[in-house]
């Protein structure tokens, strides 16, 4: 289901003019059966909930709702219009769908990103072919809190654009960023600044060495904006490298870097950490024919490297999502891309934690349906993490759902309800064994024992003792 859009240059020039078009477009509201795992695939009681129909519905992005519950974005090709529209689904804090919407038209419409915004309603954005003025554009839709659409923009030029990540800035407007590409070859990053109601205040092109692919954005504590991702155009021989640009306040850059660790290195999402520097997360390959593996790279607040940690299971490992968490350190989300059983290889998901030096504290590892190819994360308020990601079974002519789950905080699958911890069982005291020559003896002096109690007691008058006895079970 994942288009692969063919997308244009819009300039080499920093300063680019993109056309706006706003389109209304056909919302539909759909009733989506929750699908369930089999006891066979996932132990029963366990809070996991599939979410999808007929065909291919995967996650794009999953954000805690002010109401404690959680919106997730995705792209939906068992509902709606056409051959693949935006999916919101909004579900209590237990999972419980209470809505879901559809938004697109009769041609193939890509979510790439979700944000809750400050009025409490949600903007999506990424890559629409219905609508715009090129093969595809950029789409931003916002709705509000119920997910009915407010407005539509589209932001493009004659041939195709692809929004990969978007942000609400402290303004309340929205930062998009995204790529092109023309012929199959890497084009430029695209930069959209927008204002509340989504009109342009300013667009920027990157290309050259100042970057390749936006992956990821973030604004930062000085109201400027860093963006991540990949870049090629600076090394030879098919190489490609982790890209990192800080700008100011209006899209212009401030510096640009690169780091590579092997051959091929992507960065797929940044944050601004706590003091002040960033975080990448992505994945790094040694040869054109290796595996990928995880590469998260911590920097200071001028981009120079402080530390760096590979991860490299048997399978093939994308990072998706990097979060840092309440005690400092981070949580970094991804997937393997690996058929489950295929030359003794699995495919699941995984959160890895790391404390904040980089250390790793644990890994968890969660198999889906046998096939699964992204996972998002956010931290809950009380510490623990709730998930989005796409699975389907390892069987042909299977489809993907989008799979929700909340896991406590060592990164274990929660139950649905909590389950009370059994008092420890008491323990039976030995009862030792007598012949029955010692059982007759012990009767008779139990007899006499309880006669002369019954004496005292009648002697005593309003002297009265009770005998606690303890029974073993």
């Known amino acids: ?139 931003l839709v916002k709705v509000n809190s119920s997910g009915q659409m407010q407005w539509n923009k589209t932001y493009g030029q004659a041939t195709a654009d692809k929004a990969t990540s978007m942000i ?74 982790f890209w990192l640009a800080k700008t100011d306040s209006n899209g212009l850059i401030k510096w640009s870097k690169t780091y590579t660790e092997q051959k091929t290195d992507s960065a797929k999402s940044v944050i601004q950490t706590s003091d002040g520097g960033y975080l990448l997360a992505g994945y790094t390959t040694r040869a054109i024919l290796d595996s990928p593996h995880v590469w998260v790279l911590n920097l200071d607040a001028e981009g120079n490297a402080k530390w760096n940690v590979t991860w490299a299971p048997r399978e093939p490992a994308i990072a998706d999502k990097v979060i840092q968490t309440s005690d400092g350190g981070y949580v970094v989300s991804g997937w393997t891309s690996a058929l489950k059983g295929f030359n003794g290889l699995s495919s699941y998901m995984f959160l890895i934690k790391l404390d904040i030096n980089g250390n790793m504290h644990w890994n968890s590892s969660y198999e889906g349906l046998g096939d699964s190819n992204a996972l998002f994360v956010v931290q809950t308020d009380t510490g623990g993490y709730t998930t989005a990601g796409t699975t389907r079974s390892a069987e042909e002519y299977s489809h993907y759902d989008i799979w929700f789950a909340q896991l406590d905080p060592s990164g274990v699958l929660q139950s649905l309800s909590p389950i009370p911890t059994a008092p420890a069982p008491e323990t039976s005291p030995t009862v030792p064994e007598f012949t029955s020559t010692a059982v007759l003896a012990l009767a008779i002096i139990t007899c006499v024992v309880a006669l002369t109690l019954k004496r005292r007691q009648a002697l005593s008058g309003n002297r009265l003792f009770k005998l606690k006895v303890a029974s073993s079970r």
């Open 1 to 139: 289901m994942r288009k692969k859009a063919l997308l244009y240059i819009l300039s080499v020039s920093l300063l680019s003019t993109l056309l706006v078009q706003a389109q209304a477009v056909r919302v539909d509201s759909q009733t989506v059966e929750n699908m369930a795992y089999t006891s066979a695939e996932i132990p029963t009681g366990i809070a996991v909930e599939l979410y999808g129909g007929a065909f291919d519905d995967e996650a794009a992005g999953l954000v805690q709702t002010s109401d404690g519950g959680y919106a997730i974005a995705g792209t939906t090709t068992s509902f709606g219009a056409g051959g693949g529209d935006f999916w919101l689904i909004k579900v209590d804090a237990n999972g419980t769908m209470a809505w879901n919407r559809t938004y697109g038209g009769s041609k193939s419409d890509v979510a790439t990103v979700i944000v809750q915004t400050s009025d409490g309603g949600y903007a999506l954005a990424g890559e629409t072919c219905s609508f715009g003025v090129g093969e595809s554009d950029f789409w």
């Open 168 to 241: 609400q800035t402290i303004d309340d407007g929205y930062a998009i960023v995204g790529y092109s590409i023309e012929n199959g070859v890497n084009g430029d990053t695209l930069f959209v600044k927008t204002d509340s109601s989504g009109k342009i205040q300013w667009n920027r092109t990157y290309s050259g060495s100042e970057g390749g692919r936006a992956y990821s954005i973030v604004q930062t504590s000085d109201g400027g904006y860093a963006l991540a991702g990949t870049t090629s155009s600076v090394n030879d021989g098919g190489q490609s490298d």
